[in-house]
Nanobody, 128 residues
Framework: QVQLVESGGGTVQAGWSLRLSCSAS????????MAWFRQAEGKEREGVAAIYTCGGGTRYADSVKGRVTISQDNAKKTLVLQMNSLKPEDTAMYFC?????????????????????WGQGTQVTVSS
């Protein structure tokens, strides 16, 4: 049974930092990519950052480049999103996701349709 549990969200002021964590349970052997997505109220879920689990390559959304870092431990059991210089527009529910090898793939590791497992989310609110 695969489970992803996010933590670390909260309410902060603009310019502050937050560190989100995603704890994975179950077999992670066949996971290819892990990623963070976010969904603001009334908007579509969008990819924030992704990491290739077997090589460590990363991808970032243009809106967060230079402010956000994604990382994982070697056993793929913990995924971290370090967010700095937060802006009010970063306010959203943040979700952890994992993609399996061999499932449908359109080539974009920040596309939600490419991911197979999802956490329940952690809320990030940035006040101005």
């Amino acid at each position: 049974q695969v489970q992803l549990v996010e933590s670390g969200g909260g309410t902060v002021q603009a310019g502050w930092s937050l560190r989100l964590s995603c704890s994975a349970s179950g077999s992670t052997y066949s996971w290819q990519w892990m990623a963070w997505f976010r969904q603001a109220e009334g908007k579509e879920r969008e990819g924030v950052a992704a990491i290739y689990t077997c090589g460590g390559g990363t991808r970032y959304a243009d809106s967060v480049k230079g402010r956000v870092t994604i990382s994982q431990d070697n056993a793929k059991k913990t995924l971290v999103l370090q967010m700095n210089s937060l802006k009010p527009e970063d306010t959203a529910m943040y979700f952890c996701a994992a993609r399996l090898y061999g499932t449908k793939w359109n080539g974009n590791p920040l596309a939600k349709e490419n991911f197979d497992y999802w956490g329940q989310g952690t809320q990030v609110t940035v006040s101005s």
